[in-house]
């Protein structure tokens, strides 16, 4: 009797047991996340400062990213990626990252929205940081500093194309996603929402590159006004102002959706000007 009472009071108590179990393996999975975090947030890099391997950057902190997405209502996708999908992040991942490599502050950031830990419109890196990287590193001469804001500015706008490709053909794909999904007559409810966050995804992308290099170029020209005063270089200062004008050029494009056609906004509500009105439709001369 004793022990059946005794068995009784054990199940009675292991709802308890098990929530207290899951509250203690939360906290740890917690707790060993923050340490992951804090010990290296910054995606690592090899040559050339292409991202390297990391069992951390590429399993462990997308898939706590996951969870937070869907926690903050985001949509998430489990559907595979496509080969241009993957390039797209891949080529964005270079205009994302802050300009300068080794800023881990900013880095952190970036690589806590990658992974969607926190939301992509969350991965700005601040404007300052970029210039007090480059005025606390060493270089021969104090024109190397306008040099080398120049060289990130040319570079930045180099990529911006070819990610704009990648971007082009990924969303023809997604028209031709969501016109397949709209006329398929049975599917499923987890292929609907697979299909649509998955175009979420893909715009979110896009967009986050845009917004990323309109802080780049407020990065660069805020480091040049600083240089201005801290050493004046007027025989640089052309060369570097043009090549950050360049890159606005190519921001534009990337704002816009990588669409050519809108590179310098939207035109359909332009008015045209009174000087054309009737062009072509004058009167002939009066002939005296």
Sequence with gaps: MGSTSASRLELMDLPKRLKHFCAVRAALGAAALMVVLIGG??????????????????KVMPAAGEVSARYRGDPVSKFNLTDDEELLRNRGWGLIRPPWTKDWIGGTIVELSRTRILPEVEGRVPVDLYYIFLSSDKFRSSNARYDRVAADATGDAKLVWPFCEVALRVQKADKERLRVLSNKPLTTE?????????????????????????????????????????????????????????????????????????????????KRSRIFTGWGTERPPPVK
């Design 41 to 58: 947030c910054s995606r690592p890099t090899g040559d050339f400062d292409r991202a390297a391997p990391s069992v951390i950057h590429d």
């Design 190 to 270: 987890e292929m609907y929402a697979g299909a649509k966050a998955r175009v979420w995804e893909n715009r979110m992308m896009i967009s986050w590159v845009g917004q990323a290099l309109r802080y780049r170029i407020k990065a660069y020209q805020k480091a040049v006004s600083s240089l201005e005063i801290e050493t004046p270089s007027a025989n640089r200062l052309w060369k570097t102002n043009t090549a950050i004008r360049t890159l606005e050029g190519e921001v534009r494009l990337a704002e816009n959706g990588c669409d050519s056609e809108k590179r310098f906004g939207d035109n359909t509500n332009n």
